[in-house]
Antibody, heavy 121, light 106 residues
Framework: QVQLQESGPGLVKPSQTLSLICTVSGDSINSVNYYWSWIRQSAGKGLEWIGRIYSSGSGSTNYNPSFRSRVTMSVDTSKNQFSLRLSSVTAADTAIYYC???????????WGQGTMVTVSS | DIQMTQSPSSLSASIGDRVTITCRASQDIRTCLNWYQQRPGKVPELLVIAASVLLGGVPTRFSATGSGTHFTLTIDNLQPEDLASYYCQQCLTTPLTFGGGTKVGI
């Protein structure tokens, strides 16, 4: 059974870079044709899709334009992990961040437990 | 971006009631619509894909219909464990977008 687990700092200072890792267990991260995604949930904006990365081959990405050039996602197949970097954070980036798998219906069928990230000095 | 609008934003119902949640898309998304349930303090869980296909294990008191721009999620015979927020999500184009959620209170 595949499971996802987010990890990373719970507190980030304004203007710094938020970095999170999602560890995939129970299967190889590139054993199936999954897109891996990051989603966040804040009180003010509900559920917000950040972007996705393809697990196989080129590791192609699609990002939500709302995040402009602040977001970068990558996959580390040797560690069975994928990651999120969000630069120049502000208080508006305070949220619960989830990693999730995206199936062929572009539905998020498996979620991590989520990690709370607070942006504050 | 495709905007997803849910109504109502919250509702209160009694055990055994029938509850209907509406999700509207700002443009035609065919049947590319998924529904999620998020119980208090928990992670969202996928309930429905392709507008009307319930995932295995979802109680049959749940049903979903719709296409184009208008979609509904119905819960018949509301149960205490249905206390949750429900979200729709369009899957036609990126950025993938969610509705604002409907909180169902018992």
């Amino acid at each position: 059974q595949v499971q996802l687990q987010e990890s990373g700092p719970g507190l980030v200072k304004p203007s710094q870079t938020l970095s999170l890792i999602c560890t995939v267990s129970g299967d190889s991260i590139n054993s199936v044709n999954y897109y891996w995604s990051w989603i966040r949930q804040s009180a003010g904006k509900g559920l917000e899709w950040i972007g996705r990365i393809y697990s196989s081959g080129s590791g192609s990405t699609n990002y939500n334009p709302s995040f402009r050039s602040r977001v970068t996602m990558s996959v580390d197949t040797s560690k069975n992990q994928f990651s999120l970097r969000l630069s120049s954070v502000t208080a508006a980036d305070t949220a619960i961040y989830y990693c999730a798998s995206l199936n062929r219906h572009d539905a998020f069928d498996l979620w991590g437990q989520g990690t709370m990230v607070t942006v504050s000095s | 971006d495709i905007q997803m609008t849910q109504s109502p934003s919250s509702l209160s119902a009694s055990i055994g009631d029938r509850v209907t949640i509406t999700c509207r898309a700002s443009q035609d998304i065919r049947t590319c619509l998924n529904w999620y349930q998020q119980r208090p303090g928990k992670v969202p869980e996928l309930l429905v894909i392709a507008a009307s296909v319930l995932l295995g294990g979802v109680p049959t008191r749940f049903s979903a219909t719709g296409s184009g721009t208008h979609f509904t999620l119905t819960i018949d015979n509301l149960q205490p464990e249905d206390l949750a927020s429900y979200y729709c999500q369009q899957c036609l184009t990126t950025p993938l977008t969610f509705g604002g959620g409907t909180k169902v209170g018992i």
